[in-house]
């Protein structure tokens, strides 16, 4: 047998002690010794890609990740550590996809065009450009150019022609790349960007994954990010409840995600270039019988039951809040409240519901009152002897609008003007009285037939976390068959690597008759290739231990839902969940920018109970009721706090009371006490 390292053999290179080590949920091992000068050169330098062969087959492939050099008075030699892929996907933060809103000029609450981007703030502070932008669109497209009730084809003729306004009346010194970003043919609602903090188990829609497609992305994207691995398999089927973690390596991810099938085995086959990840469950594991006494050498064999690892069954119980959503049993009717069952309690995200409140102020459209032309044109306000004629408006509009907003998709108002002409006398300066015969008047205003003032539409929500189906059965599946801690060294010629990896079951003849079914799995094997020494280190995985299975069941009641999630697919900011903007009306008598009179957050539980969180943004009031019979309701308002030269801060604080006598404590909702500013006596 010949073994080469890059092709180069072994021996020629002065190497010796080659010990190779395979693991499950672990990196892969090479090392080695180099005899001779410490301070020479090595053929292989750190970070150096290694592959091993046996007789021309390889059996491994790695990284140079440790070299260390040492002397003693009878020895010089260099030993050097050779890891596998699993190295590098230890050394990978896993960072996913999620979504953001597209970052736009001027994005502060302006009103919004057809094509969605925001007015520059160069148009919105300019009252006189503002005009002549809603009157150059009118003159192009009629008084009601704001709807678009004319179809796709208006809709975008009006787009294109709010967008050459835009470039055409550009002022100087407005930077034309961010103009560029309303051009309709570059604007994108939302963009994608990679965050180390990710959700396991979620796709981007906010759809459930199985833990095969999960560990496929995590793959592929160490493998983008340069580490030598691709997937050839993986447990699929297996869809895990959502689980946030921020800042973990791939490793950790995945290893994470086989939590939920603790029988899972990891192992690399490195006869392709670059090496293929496997991850195989117990039920799928090849057997290998091995002969005791006949013709193999076994200088050592411990092999011990774990029947304290065997359990009755697996209950999960999946809750939203306070209730019971359901409860998941292997085998089916696994009762929680018998001994040796394990036990799990899971919490699921609800779902969530975003509300916007949305106002708009009315004035009456009268052209017969001389006080309403007064209104409308100062100059009459002092004007003698006034009167109307041939007031004319058009269509039938006889509100409009003065102020507020409407919803998006609610184009409640269209621009319009109002005629008429009147004779007045005024008094210039000199008190001399002028009096002024049938003078045309105009009034640009927004008409409107709405009556409605409020509304609160919906802005967007979450759907509720997917309850897991069959995950009781896949945990049961590890724990229900009879498992074995042992090592067995065999001792051959030489070593072949190609005979045994990690996951094999085992099965033993020619000792004890139980023995020729243990189908003890291995979990680990090292290759001493100048001896012939192989040592085979079986039991159960990494995640079924006694110890795992009581940090699991903990991992699962600690298990804290994901904020994230919601975020990730929805494209939020900052916000978290409070909707923004709205359509004002184009009017050039009311406020030209959008407002909100009240945020609103809504969470709805399976029960059907509401939970809504109002903050009104003219009084800092907020106010936090349920839709239960009881009409419970809490107000908090800031202005009462008062007017304090300090800031000052309401936090839970915990006080001392006396309650029938005893002494006890109690956590209230206050503020620092402080001296009274009016004490009594």
């Known amino acids: 047998m010949t073994w080469t390292l890059n092709g180069t053999l072994a021996s020629a290179l002065g190497v010796s002690d080659l010990l190779l080590e395979k693991h499950n949920q672990a990196a892969d091992l090479l090392t080695f010794r180099v005899t001779g000068d410490y301070v020479a050169d090595l053929p292989f330098a750190a970070r150096a890609a290694v592959t091993l062969a046996r007789d021309g087959a390889v ?100 787009n294109a022609a709010i967008y050459n306004w ?63 691995v691709v997937l050839g398999g993986a447990p699929g089927g297996v869809f895990p409840p959502f689980t946030e973690v921020n800042c973990v390596t791939c490793a950790q991810a995945i290893t994470t995600l086989l939590r939920w ?29 091995l002969a005791l006494h006949d013709g193999v050498q076994v200088s050592g064999n411990r092999l011990i039951p774990r029947h304290d690892l065997l359990r009755d069954g697996v209950v999960i119980i999946y809750t939203r809040g306070h209730d019971l959503v359901a409860v998941d049993s292997a085998p089916a009717g696994a009762n929680p409240q018998q001994v040796n069952v394990a036990v799990m309690c899971i919490e699921l995200a609800s779902g969530s519901s975003f509300f916007a ?36 408006k058009p269509g039938t509009f006889n509100r409009e609008v003065v102020g507020g907003s409407f919803p998006p998709g609610i184009n409640g108002a269209r621009t319009g003007t109002i005629t008429c002409k009147a004779t007045y006398s005024l008094k210039n300066d000199e008190g001399a009285e002028t009096k002024y ?38 945990l049961w599946a590890g724990l229900v068959e009879l498992q074995h801690d042992g090592t067995i060294t065999l001792s051959e010629e030489e070593a072949n690597p190609g005979a045994w990896r990690p996951g094999q079951l085992l099965n033993l003849t020619g000792g004890r008759a139980e023995w020729a079914g243990a189908r003890a799995q291995l979990q680990s094997v090292s290759f001493a290739l100048a001896s012939g ?13 006694v110890e795992d299975l009581v940090e699991l069941v903990r991992a699962a009641r600690q298990r804290a839902l994901s904020s994230f999630a919601s ?25 030209s920018e959008a407002f909100i009179t009240r945020r609103v957050m809504v969470a709805k539980d399976d029960a059907g109970v509401t939970t809504k969180l109002t903050q009104d943004v003219g009084t800092g009031e907020l106010t936090l009721e349920e839709n239960t019979a009881y009409g419970h309701k ?33 956590y209230v909702l206050m503020s620092e006490p402080k001296q009274s500013r009016s004490p009594t006596g």
């Open 634 to 666: 809490v107000t908090i308002k800031l202005a009462d706090l008062g007017e304090d030269a300090e800031p000052i801060e309401v936090k839970l604080r915990e006080v001392n009371i006396c309650e029938d006598g005893v002494q006890k404590s109690a």
């Open 261 to 289: 099938t603790p029988d899972a085995v990891t192992w690399f086959d490195y006869a392709a270039d670059p090496p293929v990840l496997r991850i195989d469950r117990r039920a799928a594991s090849p057997v290998t019988t």
């Open 437 to 474: 015969e049938n003078v045309p008047l105009t009034v640009t205003l927004n008409g409107t037939n709405f009556v409605q003032e409020d509304w609160t539409i919906q802005t967007g929500g979450t759907a509720p976390e997917p309850v897991p189906q069959g995950l009781a059965a896949e």
């Open 166 to 228: 835009l470039v055409a009346n550009n002022p100087t010194g407005v930077d034309p790349a961010q103009l560029a970003l309303l051009s309709p043919a570059t604007l994108e609602e939302f963009i994608e960007e990679f965050t180390p903090r990710a959700v396991l188990g979620q796709q981007l829609d906010n759809t459930a994954i199985d833990t095969a497609t999960q560990i496929a992305e995590i793959v592929g994207y160490a493998a983008a990010a340069g580490a030598p």
């Open 533 to 545: 020494q192989t040592t085979l280190t079986l039991g159960p995985g990494p995640l079924l231990r």
């Open 59 to 158: 059996v491994f492939r790695g990284t140079v990740t440790r070299i260390a050099r040492a002397a003693a008075p009878n020895d010089e030699a260099i030993e050097v550590t050779v890891s596998g892929p699993w190295w590098q996907l230890e050394n990978t933060i896993f960072m996913q996809r999620r979504k953001i809103r597209q970052a736009k000029p001027g994005d502060s609450g302006v009103p919004d065009y057809l094509g969605g981007a925001p007015l520059p703030d160069w148009l919105i502070g300019s009252f006189d450009l503002l005009n002549k932008f809603y009157s150059d669109l009118a003159r192009q497209f009629g008084n009601g150019w704001s709807n678009t009730d004319e179809g796709d084809v208006e809709y975008a003729a009006i």
């Open 567 to 591: 975020l990730r697919v929805g494209g939020g900011g900052g916000g978290g969940g409070v909707s923004t903007g709205g359509k004002t009306a184009n009017t050039a008598n009311s406020d």
């Open 357 to 392: 409140n949305y106002h708009v102020d009315y004035a009456p459209i009268n052209i017969d009152s001389l006080d309403w032309w007064k209104s409308k044109i100062p100059k009459l306000a002092d004007a003698k002897d006034l009167k109307i004629s041939d007031a004319q």
